[in-house]
């Protein structure tokens, strides 16, 4: 029996087939260029891109690095409410003395309740400041955010290490799939969208050339990786033209909170309805990948275990196993995106908003939708990438007799 497992060793390919392994050669070659093709369309000109005014880059302010060397607290009349009744921290401010690193000059500032009664501050600590310099007078220090570079860093070499020890050359490879995903996501589609261009043709493009990439470093060239890919293109491409109409549908404007704002005010020519139904693509594709990875190299060890099964017995057989896995992956969807809209969920809950008020509210229907239609789209690319493994795969042989008759029975 085979069961699911989301690691994916080595699979026995079965025998060599070089002129269907030519015709995939051709077929995905023929999809990579026409990705290619609509990347360099789509590419945006750095004039195109919109660049916001940094805030901490004007005339007499500046950012700088310091190293908290005091803390002290005091009563700053914070009663829990401000302005128009807009609910505050109930507590004490601080008044925080730093060094700053680069002359060891001294900067003090003063810490909110929400900062200080929230998270704290002690001695030590490594922090960035907004130095206000006007012309001729003191300069006035503001709290901008802890230094997390390093402790970052070291958890990106942690992982980067345990991933290359425990998958070691595929692990590797995942690692470059990694960082071939985030070039494509920093370089082509977010200056991309903020020039202007479709939402969903730079999202189903770039997710095109990332997914081929990521299949073929981490799974290595196969036909059996060429059927997943088939079953990922499935899914993307639906979840594309379901995330559109569902996005329209649903009247989801993209402008959800403050950020977003600001965000149509910096990039005028940006469509944030468009964004939302293109984040359905991008944010599904990790899961998509799992499942129809899975799938493909359940057909094959299927095929190699029952070599003479037909291809509906294996096609069934495999989707009784495909059908777990979609279980536990719309699971790890709905966790994924609960996880990103936490803040807002327990703002909404401490509101205390009807159920019906909370799932409309535009920030929050967003993940929903966006939920619902990534489960769907990966819901149907399980049985689409079974058919498509199981067209590709081995073709059922007779099965062998269970001895070679000897000469007695011969004669």
Excluded at 56 to 72: I, K, L, M, N, P
Excluded at 367 to 392: D, H, N, Q, Y
Aim: aromatic share 6%; with cysteine.
């Amino acid at each position: 029996m085979v069961t699911h497992a989301h690691s994916h060793g080595p699979v026995d390919e079965g025998p060599a087939r070089p002129r269907m392994a030519r015709n995939l050669t051709v077929a995905v070659l023929v999809i990579a260029a026409l990705a290619l093709a609509g990347m360099a369309v789509l590419w945006p000109s750095s004039d195109d891109v919109p660049k916001g005014l940094d805030p901490y880059a004007g005339e007499g302010v500046s950012t700088v690095d310091a190293t908290v060397s005091g803390v002290e607290s005091f009563d700053c009349n914070s009663g829990g409410l401000g302005p128009d009744s807009i609910p505050q921290v109930d507590g004490d401010c601080a008044n925080v003395t730093a060094t700053l690193d680069d002359s060891g000059d001294t900067a003090e500032f003063v810490l909110d309740p929400t900062r200080y009664v929230g998270a704290g501050m002690n001695e030590g600590d490594e922090i960035t400041l907004v130095a206000i310099e006007p012309p001729g007078q003191e300069p006035s220090y503001e709290f901008r955010d802890y230094r997390r570079g390093m402790p970052l860093l070291a958890l990106t070499a942690a992982f980067a290490v345990m991933v290359a020890l425990v998958g070691r050359w595929r692990g590797v490879f995942a690692l470059l799939g990694i960082g071939i995903t985030m070039v494509a996501l920093i370089r082509f589609v977010m200056p991309a969208l903020l020039a202007g261009e479709s939402p969903l043709a730079v999202a189903v493009v770039g997710s095109t050339v990332i997914m081929i990439s990521v299949l073929y470093l981490a799974h290595g060239i196969s036909i059996r990786t060429t059927s997943a890919l088939f079953g990922t293109l499935f899914g993307i491409a639906f979840t594309a033209v379901a995330g559109l109409l569902a996005t329209d549908w649903t009247s989801l404007t993209g402008v959800g909170s403050e950020d977003d704002h600001l965000l149509v005010a910096t990039a005028p020519d940006l469509r944030l309805s468009g964004v939302v139904a293109a984040s359905m693509v991008i944010a599904g594709l990790g899961v998509l990948n799992d499942v129809t990875v899975t799938q493909a190299s359940i057909v094959w060890e299927m095929r190699a275990l029952q070599p003479a099964a037909r291809s509906v017995q294996l096609f069934t057989a495999a989707m009784r196993i495909g059908r777990d896995h979609i279980a536990s992956s719309v699971y790890t969807l709905v966790f994924a995106y609960a996880g990103s809209a936490m803040t807002v969920l327990l703002l909404i809950t401490a509101y205390q908003r009807g159920l019906a008020d909370v799932f409309t509210a535009e920030e929050i229907a967003q993940e929903v939708v966006r939920t619902l239609v990534g489960a769907i789209g990966l819901v149907l690319a399980v049985p689409a990438t079974t058919a498509f493994a199981v067209w590709l795969a081995p073709p059922p042989t007779e099965a062998a007799p269970d001895h070679e008759p000897s000469h007695a029975d011969r004669s």
